[in-house]
């Protein structure tokens, strides 16, 4: 009987460890095993969830305007230092309305997206008719014009700007500065010229307000996860024309809205911008959480921004060559903006030169407050948290050729600047946790029970054993005694009683001893 006790003990003793060995292999491939079923279904495709999501983007978007209200004009146009004041910010919800959408064989998907804003009046601090002091662009854009014309060209702009009545600086509201206004200067333009001048209407976002920004053909992840949401071609064109050499005018990475799963903190995450006609790239900037979700903050680098001196992969943005590079922190955009003598920089001139922030009173730079940054839920590559910020800025240059800009102090000046994005509410935790969180957590939660059971049933047995061993060594001891008694009884065959302490003495025997179980169970 202590032999089928040791066969059972020893069966029990492989099952526990089975158990343990199959949790310890499903605890090092379980990620994997989530890894392929997130690649098999996180691709774009007409019925697919992930396109749901992506057509109808639960995180709920927003655009904020800041404004720099000029306090001093007369003094700028005097050559004095500008100051300004921060207003703001008007808030407009954002509506992205995906039209157009067409599935490719080869593994792309076109579309555009056109996108709606509406003034949130309770969250503005303000009202899009207050009123704004600032540089008056169309009659800078008009004076850049001509930079490069003959004398001619040059007093007949420069009657123009007498007939116009037009300024350095103009006072309008933040609807007419966003949206757009009838502009005198331009309309005697437009109607002089129309091929040059098209509209008579200015706003720094005229026409963006329910319209899109190209059509897209970007790549579905159905034949390689790594390579969801990235751009084939933007408007027709995989390459641009708007940077002097070809390395500036590619397109990498995705419009900035979807991004692929797996993402590392080694990782450099590629975005296109159609406000900047550039790509850019984000690194790895720290560990965030957000409604209990584990994030990957991503953030352009300084070196992004930095001048061509500081980093030489840099001198593709001086434009129209290097000789007209701009220092660190700004971006001449001009090319990609009909000519006006734009510049865009990070808010308050963040990772600019000393030379340029201290230019002009009211500007401080705060990283936390003024950086473009995202964060990512690294298993699934869903953005958590965007927030894309961007700074208009207006290249204020000296010009003897025009009476209200020959005493001025050359300035990159501060228009507005831009906060477009979302923070992800419960509604898009949730769909993270029923879809991939929970699944894991729970997952994990089935692996350490399976391990804890089989640790459990190789410890109770190992208990169960050790306790029987030292029963039947009692036990065996107990039955010596009885034996010496009963050859004693026995040696008297005139003692009646003999046979039944032999058989007493067995019963007694065969009650106490666990050995005589009949299977390993009981």
């Given at each position: ?26 605890y ?8 392929l079923?997130?690649?098999?279904n996180?691709?774009l495709s ?29 003094e700028?146009?005097h ?13 407009y ?12 064989y ?6 555009r997206?056109?996108r ?7 969250a503005?601090?303000?009202s899009?008719t ?5 540089l008056?662009?169309?009659?800078l ?11 001619g ?11 116009s ?8 509201t ?9 502009d005198?200067?331009?309309k ?5 010229a ?22 897209y ?37 995705t ?13 450099t ?5 159609t406000?900047l ?6 690194i790895?900037?720290?560990d ?11 953030s352009p ?23 007209h ?5 700004l971006l ?18 963040l ?19 003024h950086?473009?940054?995202v ?14 910020r ?11 050729n ?7 102090t ?7 600047w ?5 923070v992800?509410?419960q ?7 029923n879809?991939?969180?929970d ?5 994990y939660?089935?692996?350490y029970?399976l ?12 208990i ?16 010596g005694?009885?034996?010496i008694?009963?050859?004693r ?11 039944s ?8 025997d065969?009650q106490n ?10």
């Amino acid at each position: 009987m202590a032999s089928k006790h040791k066969v059972c003990s020893i069966v029990w003793i492989i099952i526990g460890i089975l158990l343990a060995i199959l949790a310890l292999i499903l605890y090092f491939t379980f990620m994997q095993i989530v890894r392929l079923l997130i690649s098999q279904n996180l691709f774009l495709s007409p019925n697919s969830e992930s396109f749901k999501t992506w057509e109808n983007p639960p995180l709920p978007l927003k655009i904020s305007f800041y404004f720099f209200n000029v306090t001093n004009p007369d003094e700028i146009i005097h050559g004095g230092k500008p100051r300004v004041e921060q207003v703001g910010p008007y808030i407009y919800h954002e509506l992205r309305i995906a039209k157009d959408v067409d599935f490719h064989y080869n593994g792309s998907m076109s579309f555009r997206q056109p996108r709606v804003y509406t003034f949130d009046p309770e969250a503005t601090n303000g009202s899009v008719t207050d009123r704004i002091t600032t540089l008056n662009a169309p009659f800078l854009t008009v004076v850049a014009l001509t930079r490069f014309q003959s004398e001619g060209i040059i007093q007949f702009v420069n009657d123009l700007l007498l007939i116009s009545g037009e300024h350095l600086f103009y006072n309008h509201t933040v609807d007419e500065i966003l949206w757009g206004y009838p502009d005198d200067l331009l309309k005697l333009l437009h109607d002089l010229a129309p091929a040059l001048m098209p509209s008579a209407d200015f706003g720094f976002f005229i026409g963006k307000n329910n319209s899109d920004d190209g059509l897209y053909n970007i790549l579905t992840g159905e034949k390689n996860i790594s390579e969801l949401g990235k751009i084939h071609f933007w408007n027709g064109q995989t390459i641009l024309n708007f940077w002097p050499i070809s390395y500036g005018n590619m397109i990498n990475g995705t419009d900035g809205s979807i991004y692929a799963p797996f993402i590392e903190k080694t990782h450099t995450i590629y975005f296109f911008t159609t406000d900047l006609c550039r790509s850019l790239y984000a690194i790895y900037q720290k560990d965030v959480e957000l409604l209990g979700v584990k994030l990957y903050r991503f953030s352009p680098p300084s070196g992004v921004f930095a001048n061509h001196h500081v980093n030489p992969d840099n001198i593709v943005w001086c434009t129209p060559n290097e000789d007209h590079c701009l220092g660190s922190g700004l971006l001449n955009i001009s090319t990609c903006q009909r000519g006006a003598p734009v510049i865009s920089s990070s808010p308050h001139f963040l990772y600019a030169e000393e030379s340029t922030i201290n230019a002009i009173d009211g500007i401080k730079p705060v990283q936390e407050l003024h950086q473009t940054v995202v964060d990512l839920e690294p298993l699934s590559g869903i953005p958590f948290r965007v927030h894309k910020r961007l700074q208009i800025n207006i290249d204020l240059q000296r010009n003897s050729n025009f009476t209200s800009l020959s005493n001025l102090t050359n300035v990159v000046f501060p228009i507005l600047w831009v906060e477009e994005g979302a923070v992800a509410n419960q509604t898009v935790a949730d769909l993270y946790n029923n879809q991939i969180g929970d699944a894991i957590y729970y997952g994990y939660i089935a692996i350490y029970l399976l391990l804890a059971i089989g640790l459990l049933i190789v410890l109770i047995v190992i208990i169960i054993f050790i306790v029987k061993n030292r029963q039947d060594v009692k036990y065996q001891r107990l039955g010596g005694d009885s034996e010496i008694t009963i050859v004693r009884t026995a040696d008297s065959e005139k003692d009646p009683i003999g046979d039944s302490e032999i058989r007493t003495a067995r019963s007694a025997d065969s009650q106490n001893d666990p050995t005589a179980s009949s299977n390993c169970v009981s």
